[in-house]
């Protein structure tokens, strides 16, 4: 019991004192490959809310820098960190009442606004914690949709078409509301910014007839137009728009799989007569005879646009899709199944699509080039087919008299070659221009030829002064390489592979089966090196890394090539200079011997430390620089707990062992941190401590063996508490003193007692 204990006291304790000095562990952050109009990496942001089990798609999705607000279809309001995959914050309407105007945040105050029950308003702040406290306004009619603009207070729509400042709403909450849009239903509504302006559109519908509503302030104009209905019987799906030009270009998605173009002029018209907007087909989504389904348009540039849906085909069979198409040359760019599942929900922010994929809120990265006919027709190849996209031509060095076309296959000439030097390469003969690679020639060199040819045809393409699209090249050459040994099992280029990973241009995304194949062949240095310049690792694989790490032997990793700089100063000191160790002045206010249960409030003195063999690194130099490597590799604690539990007892023992180890070596420094290239901090090294004890805490609660290591990190931890809370006195001794009012003139030399 003993032992349960102090392992419960130093997890908390060490959860403290990571709060304590204001720092957090590392985040994950991830880094996309360069590719033509296509999706990228993607990752699952949260799980949505759903009734009786079946996924329910949420009421709406607004962005707020790096954050989003997530409304779901029932009480929750929650604010969400894309890039660290976490919440902020959340907060619930009543038991009882019903959120039905998605939350948006006002930009120019930093508050949060959503409507409840349709006529209930409610606006807080992100320290607030309980909405029943925050400032409410019943309004006189029910609320569609609240619109924030950027510099400007957001827009409420109502359901009768009226649009209201919130600043002039609030002023009088119960003032009267038109009603514009008479037994109209209004089935979606958007808003734009021009300059000191605004546009806001909405669209009706009446017995099958559509109509589109745009009210522009200063001054006021409302237009009202009829959308062409056509001879088609499907019915409008959804719909998106942008301003360009004093235009708004209507993007309308029928259920028979067809895409219209509707322009909607800005300009004012005397005309009486009702207006008829016609709308003109972009693009036949290829459906094949199905059904389109709950379906959204995202706009992704003003030549892309990103479609979500369901296809329901004749035979029942109902499938989720996404799609990005480019709506200048009308072709599909990329496409993907949502196997699980989608509402048909789709936003849009910067570089980020947010797509509902069965029970999960998906984040999809993309990237979109700027539209050309070789690109929509399919000219220029994507690099994962072994060809080069584009080839860069310097134009600083080409005369006017002297235009040179570049080839894919041939050289780029380096920068600052003269022109008579490029018209002299016209007439290099055969054996030089072989002597130079092309991707293309490298590639064909990996598939048919040996190791040894490929590691010297790799190092001449290396050396090359110039390499187009450099890292497009490099993956593509690394994906090649890690195909070949997957098909091959005696192939395994080890320095082509270490060449590669240091051009410094690569990440794990690139070629996700290369650590794979690098743990299967235990390549430690390899692994060193991944996980050194690697920023997107994931969990599972850093776990990986870790258990290959702790169970081979110290005698195996003084035959390997290691970068020790990671030890430079710690372990090395422990092994080659004890006597330097045990005449160390202790500081930072940390003392390796026992503390009495008693002695809580003695004060704090200067020990020369002796040490003990528990005091030794419990691992050599080289498993040292490899847990260190781990210890500093980014990561999502939500992920890496599970696959800490694959650890061993002996492995989590030892780990624990050299981590206390650590902690006992920063805390000595007054700096706070190990010296070396690759540096440690406290707080990474107690992160660890305590996320070791959280994966194991029952087997290291029941192991005989970790009752002493439980003990002393008891103490340690101790110690520090207690110096931190010394700390937070002389801060608050400071602070009275700066508070006392300083004398006007105390002349050359004085002296002042001041009483606390």
């Given at each position: 019991m003993r032992g349960l204990e102090n392992c419960r006291v130093a997890r908390a304790q060490c959860h403290l004192l990571s709060h304590?000095?204001?720092?957090?562990?590392?985040?994950?952050?991830?880094?996309?490959?360069?590719?033509m109009a296509a999706f990228c990496e993607e990752f699952t942001l949260c799980t949505l809310a759903g009734a009786g089990g079946a996924p329910q798609g949420p009421l709406g999705l607004e962005q707020d820098a790096d954050r989003v607000l997530l409304t779901d279809r029932g009480r929750t309001v929650t604010l969400y960190k894309v890039s660290d995959q976490k919440p902020l914050g959340c907060w619930s309407v009543k038991q009882g009442q019903t959120i039905t105007c998605p939350a948006v945040c006002n930009s120019e105050t930093g508050e949060f606004i959503l409507v409840h029950d349709d006529k209930v308003l409610q606006i807080w702040k992100e320290d607030d914690t309980n909405l029943d406290k925050v400032f409410k306004a019943t309004l006189s009619a029910d609320v569609y949709r609240i619109h924030s603009l950027p510099y400007t207070e957001p827009l409420v729509l109502f359901k009768g078409g009226a649009v209201k400042n919130l600043d002039a709403l609030l002023a009088a909450p119960q003032q009267e509301i038109e009603n514009i849009a008479s037994d109209e239903v209004i089935r979606w509504s958007d808003a734009f910014r021009k300059g000191e302006q605004y546009a806001l559109i909405f669209i009706t519908e009446q017995d099958g007839n559509c109509f589109i509503y745009v009210q522009q302030s200063n001054p006021y104009i409302l237009q009202k137009f009829k959308l062409e209905q056509g001879g088609e019987s499907s019915t409008p799906l959804s719909f998106a728009a942008y301003l360009k030009d004093k235009v708004v270009t209507l993007l309308c998605l029928y259920s028979s799989g067809c895409l219209y173009k509707v322009l909607v002029p800005l300009q004012w018209s005397d005309s009486e007569e009702e207006q008829i907007l016609q709308k003109s087909l972009l693009i036949r989504l290829l459906v094949s005879g199905s059904i389109l389904k709950r379906t959204s348009i995202a706009i992704l540039d003003k030549d892309h646009i990103a479609i979500t849906g369901c296809l329901d085909s004749p035979d029942g069979n109902i499938k989720g899709h996404f799609s990005i198409w480019n709506i200048k040359f009308q072709t599909l760019q990329a496409s993907k199944e949502l196997p699980w599942g989608t509402?048909?929900?789709?936003?849009?922010?910067?570089?980020?699509?947010?797509?509902?994929?069965?029970?999960?809120?998906?984040?999809?990265?993309?990237?979109?080039?700027?539209?050309?006919?070789?690109?929509?027709?399919?000219?220029?190849?994507d690099i994962q087919i072994s060809e080069i996209k584009t080839v860069p031509v310097n134009w600083n060095i080409l005369q006017e008299d002297d235009l040179i076309c570049m080839q894919p296959d041939q050289p780029v000439p380096a920068k600052g070659e003269s022109n008579r030097l490029l018209r002299s390469r016209k007439n290099i003969?055969?054996?030089?221009?072989?002597?130079?690679?092309?991707?293309?020639?490298?590639?064909?060199?990996?598939?048919?030829?040996s190791q040894n040819i490929i590691e010297e045809k790799l190092k001449t393409f290396l050396s090359s002064t110039q390499i187009p699209d450099f890292q497009a090249s490099v993956g593509c050459i690394l994906s090649a390489l890690v195909n070949k040994c997957k098909s091959e099992s005696s192939f395994y280029p080890h320095n082509c592979l270490v060449q590669l990973i240091q051009t410094q241009g690569l990440s794990y995304s690139m070629c996700p089966d290369l650590m794979a194949v690098a743990l299967e062949k235990t390549d430690i240095h390899l692994l060193q090196?991944?996980?050194?310049?690697?920023?997107?690792?994931?969990?599972?694989?850093?776990?990986?890394?870790?258990?290959?790490?702790?169970?081979?032997?110290?005698?195996?990793?003084?035959?390997?090539?290691?970068?020790?700089?990671?030890?430079a100063g710690c372990v090395d000191i422990v092994h080659n200079n004890k006597t330097e160790q045990q005449s160390k002045v202790?500081?930072?206010?940390?003392?390796?011997?026992?503390?009495?249960?008693?002695?809580?409030?003695?004060?704090?003195?200067?020990?020369?430390?002796?040490?003990?063999?528990?005091?030794?690194?419990?691992?050599?130099?080289?498993?040292?620089?490899?847990?260190?490597?781990?210890l500093r590799s980014a990561y999502s604690e939500t992920f890496l707990l599970p696959h800490l539990k694959d650890l061993s007892a002996e492995q989590v023992i030892l780990f624990l062992r050299y981590l206390q180890y650590l902690y006992v070596k920063c805390s000595e420094d007054a700096t706070m941190d190990l010296p070396g290239m690759f540096c440690l901090t406290?707080?990474?090294?107690?992160?660890?401590?305590?996320?070791?004890?959280?994966?194991?805490?029952?087997?290291?609660?029941?192991?005989?063996?970790?009752?002493?290591?439980?003990?002393?990190?008891?103490?340690?931890?101790?110690?520090?508490?207690?110096?931190?809370?010394?700390?937070?006195?002389?801060?608050?001794?400071?602070?009275?003193?700066?508070?006392?009012q300083q004398p006007k003139d105390v002349g050359l030399y004085s002296i002042e007692i001041l009483k606390l």
């Open positions: 304590a000095s204001g720092l957090q562990p590392p985040v994950r952050r991830s880094r996309v490959a360069s590719k509402t048909g929900q789709c936003w849009c922010y910067g570089d980020k699509l947010f797509v509902t994929h069965g029970k999960e809120l998906t984040v999809i990265l993309y990237k979109c080039q700027t539209s050309s006919l070789a690109a929509a027709v399919g000219k220029i190849k003969g055969a054996k030089t221009q072989l002597e130079i690679l092309t991707v293309k020639q490298l590639l064909s060199i990996i598939k048919d030829s090196l991944a996980l050194q310049q690697f920023p997107d690792i994931p969990e599972v694989v850093t776990c990986a890394c870790l258990r290959a790490f702790l169970s081979i032997g110290d005698d195996r990793l003084e035959e390997m090539n290691l970068h020790l700089d990671s030890v202790i500081q930072n206010g940390f003392s390796s011997e026992p503390l009495e249960e008693e002695s809580c409030d003695t004060q704090l003195t200067q020990k020369s430390q002796v040490m003990d063999a528990n005091d030794i690194c419990p691992v050599g130099p080289q498993k040292a620089t490899l847990l260190n490597t781990i406290i707080n990474q090294i107690i992160d660890w401590i305590c996320l070791l004890l959280d994966a194991h805490f029952t087997v290291i609660v029941m192991l005989p063996e970790a009752r002493k290591l439980l003990s002393k990190l008891h103490k340690f931890v101790r110690a520090q508490v207690r110096f931190y809370s010394e700390l937070n006195k002389i801060e608050g001794s400071l602070n009275q003193l700066q508070m006392l």
